[in-house]
Each structure stands twice: as C-alpha cells, then as structure tokens.
T-cell receptor, first 112, second 113 residues
Framework: DGGITQSPKYLFRKEGQNVTLSCEQN?????MYWYRQDPGQGLRLIYY???????QKGDIAEGYSVSREKKESFPLTVTSAQKNPTAFYLC???????????FGPGTRLLVL | AQSVTQPDIHITVSEGASLELRCNYS??????LFWYVQSPGQGLQLLLK??????LVQGIKGFEAEFKRSQSSFNLRKPSVHWSDAAEYFC???????????FGSGTRLSIRP
C-alpha cells in the first residue's frame, strides 16, 4: 500500500530536549511538508521541501529544523528553542508544489 | 491577501438531514480547490478537488462540491448525513500552480441522533 507514515503517534518532550518526528512516504512524491495544528487554528506550515537536499521555511519555522537527505524521508526536529511545542504535527506530500497533498496520521507532541 | 474563509466554526445537523459547509476564497483567477476531512486524532483525508472543467465535483463518502466563480465559493454538500460524518472539515485553495496551499480554519460537524 502506498502512503505516508508518521512515528511515533505520541511523543513526550522534557524541558531543554530536542525531539525528532519521523515522516516517510512511498508515493514517489517530490514535495513534502510539515504542518502544526493547534485547536481552533487550522494548519500552519512549518517547513516544506520540493526536492531532495532542498527545503524552505514556512510560516512558523522558528524553533524547528528539517532535513531531506532521501526522497522518501522528511524528519522534523523540534528544538529546545521552540517554547510552546505542544501540538499535533502533520506531515504531507505531493507530486509537486501546488498539487494535491496527501497526509500522514499525525504525531501528538506533549511536554512533560 | 490570498485567503480562504470557512465562516462556520461549528455546525450541528440531525442524522439523515442535508448538509452544506461554506467556503469562500479571496480573489483571483480560477484556483485549485480542495475539501479535506479530519477525524479526531487523525490526519486529513482528501474528499474531493476541483482543478478545472465541470463545476460540480463528486467526491468520496457521498460528498459533492460546487465551484461558483461569481461568488468565489466552493461549498461542500451531502444530501443525507450519517453519524460517521462527524468530523472537522477543511477547505483549501492553491491560487496558482507551484504555489502554496492555503487552508481554512475548519468547520467542526456534529451529528444529532
């Protein structure tokens, strides 16, 4: 089955700790995205990548970092600089930017 | 500024009743338009999309949407809702190819038994 997987489903972060959220796709899509979702605020774009080894900041990139070393993978690191990381994080991919996006099941990040 | 508006934050309808969720976009040439559905704690699932052609688009789960250029709208409809339709619904717009997708803030749908 083709699709997007995200792991873990739940993640707990301690103060001052960096954590990494995984996103993998086997749809052969070039573009991948990370969104943050808070209650009542819809989706906000954190980072996106249109091709391997290239990525751009979205609307709320501060406190986050990404890498795109492989076409299939687009991990997101939530750094200690992100002071309010508690949220639901969604990864998506598309054939190209502006095309239909397909979403993973999400990771909920909680702070201990 | 480019934007998409879903004016209804929360809607409650009775099971078996018809449904219409509103979506308006801000301006411009014909955009690409999408409706997604999200169940609690899940990712977004694509219901339907409009790129060009017939302005009435059929989607999955019995949903349809109509693009009305004169009203800058892309409202989602279903003739008879089921309890399993309770979820959050997001309208989204891409204003030109290779540009970013803009999501509305969502409409939460509750179903009255």
């Amino acid at each position: 089955d083709g699709g997007i997987t995200q792991s873990p489903k739940y993640l707990f972060r301690k103060e001052g700790q960096n954590v990494t959220l995984s996103c993998e796709q086997n749809l052969n899509h070039d573009a991948m995205y990370w969104y943050r979702q808070d209650p009542g605020q819809g989706l906000r774009l954190i980072y996106y990548s249109q091709i391997v080894n290239d990525f751009q900041k979205g609307d709320i990139a501060e406190g986050y970092s990404v890498s795109r070393e492989k076409k299939e993978s687009f991990p997101l690191t939530v750094t200690s600089a992100q002071k309010n990381p508690t949220a639901f994080y969604l990864c998506a991919s598309s054939i190209g930017r502006g095309e239909t996006q397909y979403f993973g099941p999400g990771t909920r990040l909680l702070v201990l | 500024a480019q934007s998409v508006t879903q004016p209804d934050i929360h809607i409650t309808v009775s099971e078996g009743a018809s449904l219409e969720l509103r979506c308006n976009y801000s301006y411009g040439a014909t955009p690409y338009l999408f409706w997604y559905v999200q169940s609690p704690g899940q990712g977004l699932q694509l219901l339907l999309k409009y790129f060009s052609g017939d302005t009435l688009v059929q989607g999955i789960k019995g949903f349809e949407a109509e693009f009305k250029r004169s009203q800058s709208s892309f409202n989602l409809r279903k003739p008879s809702v089921h309890w399993s339709d309770a979820a959050e619904y997001f309208c989204a717009v891409v204003y030109s190819s290779a540009s970013k997708i803009i999501f509305g803030s969502g409409t939460r749908l509750s179903i009255r038994p």
